[in-house]
């Protein structure tokens, strides 16, 4: 519905526009009301800053999931999309196998417990407050302790150890969780222009943005686990150049990716650049460990292979969020 209605100037130089009394009432808002406003692409938006955003209920039929990983992908999209409850029942009757499943999917989910059980349903709640969380800071830990765990992975093959690598790998999985978090919080902004503006950002677009930003992050978090688990498999002898080539590919690596989220954050072109620019040592050393001669004849040769080759990944995450900084230049 459109209302044109006719600006008018005060005393003091401010202006004024009055808005249909029906609007009011639609938005829960009176007299005395604290109103939020927001400029969005040249529109200005007016909320109910008062109004608490209603929780959003899912359902899924038990009886129409094939399979245990099928209900804890259902139950992940659930949680990741925002819904603050999610209702689990069968419709036919069945074993309770699928309560032990939905006990174990949510080990890989923060914030979320049953609420309710009974014979046949299961209610399942989200307890975080969206509002709480720093947007840009909880991104930046999780790329930080990401390539922590993309570090202690490389030091571990220095180090002949596989008590650092489990531990990294153990770390990188617990990762998946803050990611599935990131995800859940970005997706909620996308839906809320009160928590979008608490969270820093600007509009629609720039929520977006931010939404592919944190999906290239989970894919450098993901190659930084795989790292550690390729590295605690490793149980051969290195030679001290490989070591020293991959340190040097893993520190490169990461600086990569945190001056790319640096760039995302500041609108900073000239790291966006540099980050760009550092792909081609990255091939550079990329080529030069594979067809080292030490590395041709070795045992285990493959493991290190898939290390290098998740380095190299990393490095062309990093790539792709350094050209989202350069479209979020633009927003």
Known sequence: MREIRKLQETVGGTYILTIPKEWAEL????????????????????????????????????????????????????????????????????????????????KGLIGIEISEEYAER???????????????????????????VLSDSIISLQKKGSFLSNDAYNRGKELIRTYRLLFRLIILAGKDKSLCSSFGLQNLTDTTLYTVAIREMGRISYYAMRTAQHSSEFQNELSSDIVGDLLQMEELTASMVLNAFNSLVTKDISKTSWVMDSMIHVREMYERIMESEFLLNMDGRLTISLIVRDLRAIAGYAVALADDSILGSYV
Do not use: C
């Open 27 to 106: 938005m829960q808002i009176s007299k005395g009301s604290m109103v939020n406003m927001d400029m969005d692409n040249g529109s200005i938006i007016i909320s109910n800053s008062e109004l608490k955003r209603e929780a959003e209920a899912h359902s899924i039929d038990i009886s129409q999931v094939k399979d245990k990983k099928a209900l804890e992908l259902s139950i992940i999209s659930s949680y990741i999309l925002g819904h603050d409850i999610t209702e689990l029942y069968s419709t036919e009757s069945q074993s309770n196998d699928w309560k032990d499943w939905v006990r174990e999917a949510l």
């Open 122 to 148: 299961i209610l399942l709640q989200n307890l975080i407050d969206p509002y709480k969380f720093n947007l840009f800071s909880s991104m930046e830990k999780f790329l930080r302790n990401s390539m922590a």
